[in-house]
């Protein structure tokens, strides 16, 4: 079968590879669409990966298509998964916050993805609810978002965003939007956004966004204060993998606010400069999520089929899986939002 395969920094080869076995009571899912991460190009960009070569992708959707005894009535089932594998045994896996579990691995980072063919489904997250059928009136395509949607389903879970609440978000690339749509259906009364490319500040405001900023042509605090009457915004969230972003957070949250690092940094560029008399005086609350919970992944199912949140329009490219470097290139220029492949 095809696979698109990283084999270290900046060396990703189309190879046909053998379809994978299967091993214990785990499935064989033929693989109907699947994104490109941010973490995927991260993972092009530094070769730093566990194991190498590995078939990237964790966010896809697919049809079972071979089961282990215990999972037979999966066959033929078209299914999307939680690409992280949880223990569901250790202290964080019992307190719901299978995120933290020590014991986790996942799919696309740690062994073999979505980038190919087939990939294999242990048996594992079946037993942590991390497989779900995807309802008939979604497409595979559809599907393939629930994960980096239910990572901003977290964040903003966690930050609690409530409805009136002023929401600025930072950077306004697939995730930064998924957060627009979210933040609106927590009901945010007013959503900031910062972007400094023209192209996506214009998508960013076409969705919806009250006001989208340009910060490297105006000085962002001053915008969000004067929008605000100089109170600030109440949450916000940084999703632009930069510690400039972070200070930025710092700078235009209101007093009590919450802050959200939902982005990580790059290695080596991850110490960043901050006023801790900010946090300390404006009594502000600065947290970090990654990755999703098997109830967040469900609930954020829940909320395309219920047609809560539009996922299409984030989709802007699809491409076969042997154009899959053509894919890679495309996203990782920034071109582009939601670039799919569908093997
Ligand atoms: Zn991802
Ligand atoms: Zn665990």
């Known amino acids: 079968m095809l696979a698109l395969r990283l084999h270290g920094k900046e060396d990703l080869r189309l190879e046909d590879v053998d379809v994978p076995r299967l091993e214990g009571n785990g499935v064989i899912l033929r693989v109907r669409a699947t994104g490109i991460c941010a973490t995927d190009i991260k993972a092009y960009t530094t070769g730093a990966r566990t194991k190498v070569p590995i078939t990237l992708g964790h966010e896809f959707a697919g ?35 299978h995120v933290l579990c020590p014991n986790r ?9 979505s980038f190919a063919e087939y990939v294999v489904i242990p048996s594992q997250a079946f037993e942590v609810g991390g497989v779900l059928e995807i309802p008939g009136h979604l497409s595979y395509e559809e599907a393939s978002l629930v994960e980096p949607l239910a990572a901003c389903f977290r964040g903003q879970r966690k930050l609690m965003i409530g409805p009136g609440d002023v929401v600025a978000i930072i950077g306004a690339g697939p995730i930064g939007l998924m957060h627009l749509k979210l933040a609106k259906a927590f009901g945010a009364a007013m959503i900031l956004m910062g972007e ?7 998508i960013a405001a076409k969705l919806g966004a009250d006001y989208v900023i340009n910060s490297a042509k105006e000085d962002i605090e001053k915008r969000v204060m004067e929008i605000t009457r100089g109170r600030g915004a109440d949450v916000v969230i940084v999703a632009a993998s930069a510690g400039a972003a972070q200070e930025d957070a710092l700078r235009i949250v209101s007093r009590g606010g919450r802050i959200n690092f939902f982005a990580g940094l790059p290695a080596g560029k991850e110490k960043v400069p901050i006023n801790t008399n900010i946090i300390h005086y404006k009594q502000i609350t600065i947290l970090g999520t990654s990755m999703q919970t ?50």
Request: proline share 3%.
């Open 63 to 97: 049809e079972v298509i071979e089961a282990g005894d215990k999972y037979q009535e999966y066959v033929g089932k078209r299914v999307v998964v939680n690409p992280n594998i949880f223990c569901g045994r250790c202290e964080y896996c019992l307190r719901g916050e």
């Open 105 to 113: 691995y996942t799919i696309g980072i740690d062994v073999d993805g």
């Open 196 to 202: 400094i490319n023209e192209r996506r500040a214009e």
């Open 294 to 343: 098997p109830y967040e992944f469900r609930k954020t199912l829940e909320l395309i089929a219920a047609g809560i949140i539009d996922v299409k329009s984030l989709i802007t490219h699809i491409f076969r899986l042997k154009e899959g470097l053509e894919a890679f290139s495309i996203a990782s220029r920034g071109e582009g939002l939601k670039i799919l492949i569908r093997p």
